[in-house]
């Protein structure tokens, strides 16, 4: 299986707060933000909000006299003992924050294996996970979370999948034909969320950003019921804007 897309938008992100942490854990006793700015070539208007970033997620913690030093999260992900563990905390983490950002469940999914798989959601009383009515993975076709994790591959890719899985018509809006998929997907830009519009559930819109890390390929997605359609847009731009802490837990 091949990738069809290049890194995006939150790849400049992660690299720029790796390069961050880098620096953090080689000088071990500490590094101020100046220092930090000078070995890392990353200007202070770039930098400030990336380490609000690593501190509030444990990454890196911030000593009485103002310096730097290495954080729980980064030391536990650091050792292969503690390393599943502290991975699904700080993505739960994550999610939730997001879910409470964007005002929707939010679901991390990967394809593995040829098959889409939801390992992670985030969901409360006012922002309920999405009726599972038909198995994830026989919806690729319908589903934003299908439809980006189909993007990233590629041509062949999407082609095995498909001959996999029949492509039924689950609502009236549902693309059952394979060419006319095949095209949207080609077209759909890599770095814009990808929607579904009442194709997977009626009463219910998903978007969907893609977290790629490596070979391996996520995606990112939030689901609305359709009274709050008018708020899919918004919520999926700030999906795609907080998807760099996800990508750099996957990433460590």
């Known amino acids: 299986m091949a990738l069809k ?14 390069r961050v942490l880098e620096t953090v854990a080689r000088r071990g006793v500490g590094v101020t933000g100046t220092e930090l700015s000078n070995e890392t070539g990353l200007p202070a208007d770039r930098l400030t909000p990336l380490l609000r970033m690593l501190r509030r997620d444990g990454y890196v913690e911030q000593t009485s006299d103002g310096a730097y030093v290495t954080g729980e999260t980064l030391t536990s992900l ?37 098959e889409i798989r939801i390992t992670q959601f985030a969901q409360g ?58 095209s949207k997907l080609d077209a759909q830009p890599a770095t814009v969320p990808v929607l579904d519009l009442q194709e997977y559930a009626v009463g219910t819109v998903c978007a969907a950003v893609p977290i790629t890390a490596g070979s391996s390929v996520g995606c990112l997605a939030l ?3 359709l009274e ?6 918004h919520a999926a731009d700030t999906l795609n804007r907080g998807a760099a802490p996800v990508l750099l837990s996957l990433t460590i």
């Open 223 to 225: 689901s609305l019921p």
């Open 125 to 182: 009383p006012t922002t309920p996970a999405v009726n599972e009515w038909v198995d994830f993975r026989s919806a690729a076709h319908a589903s934003a979370i299908g439809k980006s994790l189909l993007g990233q591959l590629d041509l062949n890719g999407r082609r095995d999948h498909l001959s996999r899985h029949k492509m039924a018509r689950l609502t009236s809006r549902t693309i059952t034909n394979e060419r006319v998929l095949l």
């Open 228 to 233: 709050h359609a008018h708020r899919l847009h």
């Open 5 to 18: 897309h290049e890194p995006i938008a939150q790849h400049h992100s992660v690299q720029h707060a790796l």
């Open 78 to 114: 650091g050792s292969a003992q503690g390393r599943e563990d502290a991975l699904t905390t700080s993505l739960q983490r994550t999610l939730d924050r997001l879910r409470e950002t964007v005002g929707a469940a939010v679901y991390l999914s990967r394809y593995v294996d040829g």
